[in-house]
């Protein structure tokens, strides 16, 4: 049973350009969340799709867009990239019930120059 | 402003020893509390859940609490054991299905 998968693993990126991040569920999951995480923190949530709908969103700017799919597979875009934004991108997929637990991919390590 | 802190960033105790690691939130009315293991370069793996109305949860060598009173977590390795190195994240699942982590604790077994 594969779980989540994203891509790519690494990517490394100038200031100022745009970059997309994608993510597959884990089998018979069907909302997916991504979130930041930088180096010695917790992940940040960005935001939450469900239905092929921004369903919440965390303290994020409008840089950072996402899609989800009809087969629930994701992206985000950040558009103008700062230094900043250099982190780990984690894309989690849950059920729409989340009590169970969210399943999360190994990430995307974004490096801004 | 909403907060969920892990008491310390590092752990260090000796194999066999119990670790205890403590989650406090302020300004959330979470539905459910978990924890997650992450190892390094690697996403969160879910280890536990428990509801605000349960004070306790048991799995192996894991013991969870959930103090609603007080706004704490605790979670609680026993016999510890050097693979149980690793960063251990408290998070909260609000009832809009959001889950919001804390700042984790980076724990070391010293064998």
């Known amino acids: 049973d594969a779980g989540v998968t994203q891509s790519p693993t690494h990517l490394i990126k100038t200031r100022g350009q745009q970059v997309t991040l994608r993510c597959s569920p884990k089998s018979g999951h069907d909302t997916v969340s991504w979130y930041q995480q930088a180096l010695g923190q917790g992940p940040q949530f960005i935001f939450q799709?469900?239905?092929?709908?921004?369903?919440q969103r965390g303290n994020f700017p409008d840089r950072f867009s996402g899609h989800q799919f009809p087969n629930y597979s994701s992206e985000l875009n950040v558009n103008a990239l700062l230094l900043g934004d250099s982190a780990l991108y984690l894309c989690?997929?849950?059920?729409?019930?989340?009590?169970?637990?969210?399943?999360f991919g190994s990430g995307t390590r974004l490096t801004v120059v | 402003s909403q907060k969920i802190e892990q008491n310390s960033e590092a752990l260090n105790i000796q194999e066999g020893k119990t670790a205890t690691l403590t989650c406090n939130y302020t300004?959330?009315?979470?539905?459910?509390l978990q924890w997650y293991r992450q190892d390094p370069g690697r996403g969160p793996v879910f280890l536990l859940l428990?509801?605000?109305?349960?004070k306790e949860k048991r799995k192996e060598r894991l013991k969870v609490t959930f103090d609603t009173t007080l706004k704490q977590s605790l979670f609680h390795i026993t016999a510890s054991q050097p693979a149980d190195s690793a960063t251990y994240l408290c998070a909260l699942l609000t009832g809009a299905n959001n889950l919001f982590f804390g700042t984790g604790t980076r724990l070391t077994v010293i064998p």
């Open positions: 428990i509801r605000e109305n349960e």
């Open positions: 799709y469900y239905e092929e709908e921004e369903r």
């Open positions: 300004n959330y009315s979470p539905a459910y």
């Open positions: 989690a997929s849950s059920l729409p019930d989340s009590r169970r637990g969210y399943t």
